[in-house]
Structure formats: structure tokens, C-alpha cells
């Protein structure tokens, strides 16, 4: 179902494509603007694009786009992604560039499965660029964003852990780069201080080398491992958390490398929490307290983590989680009759608010 829903989805968003005039053939999803969360929706839409040109199995009557113009379509919008990075030699679409921030690297961990796949048919200067791209992102981490914790104030579960699955990611990626020790070092402080708790600072077991109490900075979760994020019990959020250690988890068993042993810190008891405020048909029981959409944004990011589950945890109850929400994905999709999965839904936002309306 997941690839049929994709394959659809593909086939309508062509029409947002958009082909950068004078660029050498560069192409961008949605308004393509340098800020977070149009990279973001534009990284996105390259995966997709990415993980159908790669799989064997994609049925291009769907798509209404040939293997070969998919994988062509997704190396043209990841030439965009690192062109219009700080590293790059290009700009965005406001002539602006990205990157070198706090959340910049997330865009990045949710891209780099599409990456992978298309690896095969990327060039010597691709991966030149992508390495510098990676490692100015690196290098910003490293110098200018500290290792920060907090039960309320400077509350980061899912920044730290997404930061600190991409530094360990780049230590793996370019092992001969000189910043690869320091990225495992400071990768395994912001994991460790991901799902954090009070307890951590007096924790005597050794994680990477070194007694967790070392490590700790500050707690992200009480003690019973409750998340105050964005101001109430944010389960969607520790969804997002989970889903980059899944993303950073899967991608260490696909290229063989060793995990850190911070990654998984607490998991398993925050998946518990997380497990029982899911309703049966896999919608997360979140009940409000911000401007996302609900059954919409850290909702996606439910599936990963239910992968994850279980993969590592060895949860069996994630199938049927998985199954019934992507029904009403499907329901959803279909009744929008034109592939999309949200566009009946968020209609209005496509002229009130664009950025998010791609994303």
C-alpha cells in the first residue's frame, strides 16, 4: 500500500516541480525558498522521488514517469538541496542559501535514505559536494551549537538527537576527515542527552566509553519519562525523537557501521509511553497545545518509530499500528481524488501560507 500511495501521490506532485532557468537543469519542490521549512518539504519530495526511481518494483503507470526520468527528476532536486546549501555555489529560488543551523541537519537525516538509494548513479562531483555540504553542517554543530537539556526551558529531546545522529553520520560517511573524532564525541553528548532523565547524573554505567553521569547536561524527560514540549505532555514530539534514532538506527545496519551505544539510551522505556498513548488504529493520542495539524505532522513520523519497535525492540503489536493508519491515509487520499494525501484538507493553506502548505 505505502509505494501505491507514493506512486500516486508522485503522479500530482509534478505539478510543483519547478525547473531553475539559467541552472544547468536544477529542479525545486514547492517555492524552493532558502528557509528551514521549504528545504525541508523540497528534501521531502526528493526522497519520494528518489526511493521510486530506485525500487524495481515501482509501477510507472502510477507515476506517469519512467524509472529513468525519476532517478533524473530526484538528481536534479538533490543538485538543488546541496547547491543552494552555505557550501554550494548556487542559491536558492530567493537567491538566499541554507544551512549551518540547529535544524538544518534534519532536513538532512530525513533526506539521506533518498541519497542512498540513488547513490549508484551520482557523479564524482555529487559526492564531492555532498561531502562538503555534510561537513560544513558538521563544523557548525561542532563550533556554535552547544549541548543544551531541560524539563521546561531548553526542553531539546528530538534536536538533540537528531543533531547527534548526524554528527555520528558524518564520522561514519568520512572517517578520514579530521573532525571525525570530535563528531563522535559531541554526536554521543547529544545523544545522551536526548532522552534524558533526573536520574542520568548519577548513572554509573558506561555508555561510549564513558559513565553516563558524565555525559548528562540536563534532562528532556521526568523520571516516568513525560515530554513538556512546546508548553504540554507533547507525545507527538517524542514520536520525532524516536523516528531519528530509527532513521540514524536502519541506517547503520544498511552500510554496516556500529551504532553509538548513547543512540538507544532509554528507548525502549520511552517507546512504552509512547505505545500507550496510541490509539489502536495507530493515531497518537495528541490532543493539542500548538499550530501543527493534527493526524498530520509528527503523525508521519509515527512510522519509522513503529518500525523501529519492531526491528529492535521486538514489538509485535507495530503491524497492526501501521496497517490500520495507512488505511486511513488511503481513505484520506482517496477521497481527495487526486492523489495528494492532505490537499482537500489544508486547501486554504496553499495561498495563506505556501511554505507549509508543500511541506
Sequence with gaps: ?????????VAQARRWLYRLPDSGGLVCYGIGHHGHWAMQAHDTAFSAFAVLAADPQTDTARTGMSRDELTATALA??????????????????????????????????MMHGVRAIRPVLTAADHDLLRRVLLSEADWLLESWPVTA?????????????????????????????QAAACREKGSAFLANAVSIPEDATDDRVFDGRPLREWHVGPNFTATYGCNHHGYMNVGYMAITLSNLAMFHFACREEGWTPPETLYLHAREMWQVVKTCTFPDGRLWRIGGDSRVRYCYCQDYALPVWLFAQDYLGDRDTAKFEERWLEQVKREADHNADGTFLGSRLEKLHERAPTYYYR
Design 150 to 178: 531541560g524539563l521546561t526551558q531548553n526542553n531539546r529531546p528530538e534536536s538533540n538527537m537528531w543533531n547527534g545522529a548526524f554528527l555520528h553520520r558524518v564520522a561514519s560517511m568520512y572517517p578520514d576527515t579530521p
Design 1 to 9: 500500500m505505502t509505494r501505491s500511495l507514493l506512486e500516486d501521490w
Design 77 to 110: 532536486m538533490l543538485r538543488f538541496t546541496l547547491r543552494s546549501h552555505h557550501a554550494g555555489e548556487g542559491r536558492a529560488t530567493d537567491l538566499g542559501n541554507w544551512g549551518r543551523s540547529w535544524i538544518s541537519p534534519l532536513g538532512l537525516e530525513r
